[in-house]
């Protein structure tokens, strides 16, 4: 495993961690699901990111985790960074999601009793919320961390102008912000027009998730049909209409550039996004420890790409 700093921070970051946003729900298969940690851990996975709402149903995949975490994992808890995040409906009533203190403190402790732990390595506001001052939404987090529930603090789903006034705040008041959580993948570019990237700074470090645009940028979809037990066929987050003839397309010649460049296609996805030296890490999703392992074979194979090849890319994503 390669690591990177977290923004200014001293905090190393694997270039790849592990997200158990799908696949770790109560539905999950427990046999494959510690395989997947265990896996991941042993080769330097050594960042696990969660969320409160994160399962189906909310709440599953944390009380899994945690499960995990003390069966198979106790004793290395000081090896590990463990993240958590709130801002997304949790329980009913006008206190249950969104960006008030009333809300982050409330879910953080929850998180903490369902992962049995005393304190999370990085806690998230999940998304910007339009109706709290975010003075309140970054004391809140603040607190956490005065608090010994936190040891720092993530930004997840805010864009420039939002994420900068935000580290200001936390400044202010003695916490700063590490990390920025953010969409980012060779198909969808929103934080490059948001020049997201040269408003952190290298202040905020970015931290990518769906870098393979869940699934699509990856063998899964090459052959057009949509297999079984993939997030496509669930058609929840990632919808069977999404794999079009043009969409099969565009991933089969990006699967050529790939190819001529010794990698599967999700090997060169996730080098792409890390090529940038201000991404501190990718944040992958994985249904087996096989997908794990593929996508971590990416780490050693370096993150270079000749001028020619981004040009090439690039002009595959913006075809019409
Ligand atoms: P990815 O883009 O990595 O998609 C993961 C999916 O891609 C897997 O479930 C699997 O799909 C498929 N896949 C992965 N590797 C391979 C492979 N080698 N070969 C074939 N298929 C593969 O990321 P996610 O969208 O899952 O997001 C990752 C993490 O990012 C989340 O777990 C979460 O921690 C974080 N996140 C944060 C958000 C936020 O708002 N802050 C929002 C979304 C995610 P299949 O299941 O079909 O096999």
């Given at each position: 495993?390669?690591?990177?700093?977290?923004?200014?921070?001293?905090?190393?970051?694997?270039?790849?961690?592990?997200?158990?946003?799908?696949?770790?729900?109560?539905?999950?298969?427990?046999?494959?699901?510690?395989?997947?940690?265990?896996?991941?851990?042993?080769?330097?996975?050594?960042?696990?990111?969660?969320?409160?709402?994160?399962?189906?149903?909310?709440?599953?995949?944390?009380?899994?985790?945690?499960?995990?975490?003390?069966?198979?994992?106790?004793?290395?808890?000081?090896?590990?960074?463990?993240?958590?995040?709130?801002?997304?409906?949790?329980?009913?009533?006008?206190?249950?999601?969104?960006?008030?203190?009333k809300h982050?403190?409330?879910?953080?402790?929850?998180?903490?009793?369902?992962?049995?732990?005393?304190?999370?390595?990085?806690?998230?506001?999940h998304r910007?919320?339009?109706?709290?001052?975010?003075?309140?939404?970054?004391?809140?987090?603040?607190?956490?961390?005065?608090?010994?529930?936190?040891?720092?603090?993530?930004?997840?789903?805010?864009?420039?102008?939002?994420?900068?006034?935000?580290?200001?705040?936390?400044?202010?008041?003695?916490?700063?912000?590490?990390?920025?959580?953010v969409r980012?993948?060779?198909?969808?570019?929103?934080?490059?027009?948001?020049?997201?990237?040269?408003?952190?700074?290298?202040?905020?470090?970015?931290?990518?998730?769906?870098?393979?645009?869940?699934?699509?940028?990856?063998?899964?979809?090459?052959?057009?049909?949509?297999?079984?037990?993939?997030?496509?066929?669930?058609?929840?987050?990632?919808?069977?209409?999404?794999?079009?003839?043009?969409?099969?397309?565009?991933?089969?010649?990006?699967?050529?550039?790939?190819?001529?460049?010794?990698?599967?296609?999700?090997?060169?996805?996730?080098?792409?996004?890390?090529?940038?030296?201000?991404?501190?890490?990718?944040?992958?999703?994985?249904?087996?420890?096989?997908?794990?392992?593929?996508?971590?074979?990416?780490?050693?194979?370096?993150?270079?790409?000749?001028?020619?090849?981004?040009?090439?890319?690039?002009?595959?994503?913006?075809?019409?």
């Amino acid at each position: 495993m390669q690591y990177r700093n977290a923004g200014a921070s001293g905090l190393k970051l694997p270039v790849i961690s592990l997200g158990l946003w799908q696949n770790f729900g109560a539905e999950a298969d427990d046999v494959a699901t510690r395989d997947i940690i265990t896996t991941a851990f042993d080769h330097g996975v050594t960042h696990f990111d969660l969320a409160d709402n994160y399962g189906p149903p909310q709440g599953s995949a944390e009380e899994r985790f945690g499960r995990i975490l003390h069966e198979e994992l106790a004793g290395y808890r000081d090896e590990m960074v463990i993240s958590s995040k709130a801002g997304y409906t949790m329980w009913p009533g006008p206190y249950g999601d969104w960006g008030s203190r009333k809300h982050l403190i409330a879910s953080c402790d929850q998180s903490l009793r369902l992962m049995g732990l005393e304190y999370v390595d990085i806690f998230y506001h999940h998304r910007p919320d339009p109706a709290t001052p975010l003075e309140e939404t970054m004391g809140a987090l603040a607190s956490l961390v005065k608090a010994g529930k936190a040891l720092y603090i993530g930004l997840s789903r805010y864009y420039a102008s939002e994420a900068i006034k935000a580290q200001r705040i936390l400044e202010g008041l003695g916490c700063p912000c590490i990390l920025d959580q953010v969409r980012y993948s060779i198909l969808d570019r929103t934080v490059e027009t948001d020049h997201l990237l040269s408003a952190l700074d290298g202040k905020i470090g970015m931290i990518c998730f769906s870098p393979l645009a869940q699934g699509l940028l990856s063998s899964r979809y090459l052959s057009g049909s949509i297999p079984a037990g993939s997030r496509a066929k669930e058609n929840r987050f990632l919808k069977e209409e999404t794999i079009t003839p043009a969409m099969v397309a565009k991933l089969n010649r990006l699967d050529m550039i790939a190819s001529r460049r010794g990698q599967s296609l999700s090997e060169m996805a996730l080098s792409w996004v890390l090529r940038n030296p201000g991404v501190s890490s990718v944040l992958i999703g994985v249904h087996s420890s096989e997908q794990l392992l593929e996508n971590l074979s990416t780490v050693g194979q370096g993150w270079n790409f000749s001028e020619e090849e981004l040009t090439e890319i690039d002009a595959i994503v913006f075809a019409q």
